[in-house]
């Protein structure tokens, strides 16, 4: 099996239409807010069962986890994303971008700001997305 990288008219074939960058955009709204208000429900529609969720400090969860984990730090406070990057292959869409995520930690209840670059990768299921693939990488100061 060989590797082999898109040419550049096929990289531009993967940019989504109006329609579809509005509906994706409109899926990562609903995601945040989800997020930040711990609504287990709307998580329980927006991620995939087979998710894998790669948080900053490298630690893994599936679905079940991660709702979990988001209902014990009480949600997020703030997720401020900057462009997104969104490519649409088939049934799948990857979303890239800046964000800056504003949390509590789970022993203090402190609130701290975690500053990376994320990756979603979304699965369209019948008429919506999932996320099947979420990691959030953070950005290192330079040396």
Do not use: C, Y
Not at 36 to 43: E, S
Not at 66 to 71: I, Q
Not at 112 to 135: E, K, N, P, Y
């Amino acid at each position: 099996m060989t590797a082999s990288i898109p040419h550049a008219q096929e990289a531009a074939d993967a940019q989504p239409d109006a329609e579809q960058h509005a509906d994706i955009i409109a899926f990562e709204q609903a995601r945040q807010r989800a997020l930040i208000t711990a609504d287990r429900v709307a998580l329980q529609q927006l991620l995939a069962d087979d998710l894998t969720h790669i948080h900053s400090t490298g630690m893994v969860h599936g679905k079940q986890e991660l709702l979990d984990h988001v209902e014990r730090m009480g949600g997020f406070i703030a997720i401020e994303r900057g462009p997104l990057h969104i490519r649409v292959e088939g049934p799948v869409a990857i979303i890239t971008g800046t964000t800056l995520n504003t949390v509590r930690l789970r022993e203090t209840g402190e609130p701290v700001t975690l500053d990376g670059f994320s990756t979603l990768i979304l699965r369209r299921a019948g008429h919506r997305w999932q996320v099947v693939l979420s990691q959030l990488t953070p950005h290192r100061p330079h040396h």
